[in-house]
């Protein structure tokens, strides 16, 4: 009887160590000292994009429903897309609101250097980041700096969808 118990209890000591280290695994993604990790895979997170975008945007703008991070990749889709006259640039914010899963990425966008002086536009391109909370009424030839850092914005994006 006494060996049941510390089996269970030994079981039990186990199973909580793994359940710590989970989390303090979990703790690591979406966070600066990781640069933004994400949490979720991207396939997980395409997932969770084109569902909103199937609600939210027109079909027209479906192939931007993807966290594509490779900046060159990212720039030429979205290029594609608007050259294809099936999505307009009014869409963005929609867009960029089904990105964000409703999440305020701006933290993640300034960490990767999206507010430098270097782009010229200050800190414009944050607005991006947090669609649901500033909106994106319309789009300037200024936001252009912004848009070819597309990849930027989505990984911020992709990196804060949380961890279910």
Request: with cysteine.
């Amino acid at each position: 009887m006494l060996s049941k118990v510390i089996l269970l209890s030994l079981i039990t000591f186990i199973g909580f160590g793994t359940i710590c280290r989970a989390e303090e695994e979990k703790g690591k993604c979406g966070h600066p000292e990781t640069d933004y990790s994400p949490c979720v895979t991207r396939s997980q997170a395409d997932v969770l994009f084109r569902q909103c975008c199937q609600l939210y945007v027109p079909e027209g703008c479906h192939d931007l429903c993807q966290y594509e991070i490779e900046e060159i990749a990212a720039r030429n889709l979205l290029i594609k897309t608007i050259a294809s006259k099936k999505c307009g640039l009014k869409h963005i914010s929609a867009i960029l609101y089904c990105a964000s899963q409703n999440q305020d990425n701006r933290k993640c966008c300034h960490h990767l250097n999206l507010a430098d002086n270097k782009l010229g536009v200050g800190d414009r391109c944050l607005r991006f980041c947090d669609p649901a909370g500033q909106g994106i009424n319309a789009i300037s030839k200024s936001d252009a700096t912004c848009l070819f850092n597309l990849n930027v914005i989505l990984y911020c994006h992709q990196s804060g969808i949380p961890l279910d």
